[in-house]
């Protein structure tokens, strides 16, 4: 039996093979970062300690502890100022740089880390992820 699929056909199971994908990877990011709730500290060049990777916001050094708006009035080194190195669009250690060749990193308690940054090169966590995941809980 032979099929036939046009370019049309073939554009759309590529398509939804690839929202597929994308739906799956929602969860799995979403569980992950359910894991790692307070068990990780959020770390810059020089090790600078940035915070608690942590939602609860009853706790002084939580990430989540000021809020996003607004925050660039602040002098706080955080990747969600606007105005720090960790969270400026253009220093090569900040979290919004697609560029950034040394931005935040997470380590976890057993030494492990992961880069949290937009640049597509390194095996990263989206730094907008970690804010709907962790920041936005009700």
């Known amino acids: 039996m032979k099929i036939r699929l046009g370019l049309v056909t073939i554009t759309a199971l590529i398509g939804l093979t690839a929202t597929v994908a994308k739906a799956q990877q929602r969860p799995n990011m979403f569980i992950f970062l359910l894991n790692i709730d307070g ?17 609860d916001k009853s706790l002084a050094d939580s990430i989540c502890n000021s809020p996003r708006a607004n925050s660039s009035k ?16 253009t220093s090569s250690t900040s979290a919004y740089n697609p560029n950034a060749t040394q931005p935040p990193v997470m380590v976890f308690k057993d030494g492990s880390a992961i880069y949290v ?6 095996i990263a966590v989206d730094p907008d ?4 995941g962790l920041c936005r809980q009700q």
Do not use: F, H, Q
């Open 129 to 132: 992820v970690v804010y709907k």
């Open 39 to 55: 068990k990780a500290r959020l770390v810059g060049l020089g090790g600078k300690d940035l915070g608690l990777v942590s939602s």
């Open 74 to 89: 602040s002098s706080t080194p955080s990747i969600w100022n606007r105005s720090s190195p960790y969270g400026d669009r």
């Open 117 to 122: 940054s937009k640049n597509p090169r390194l």
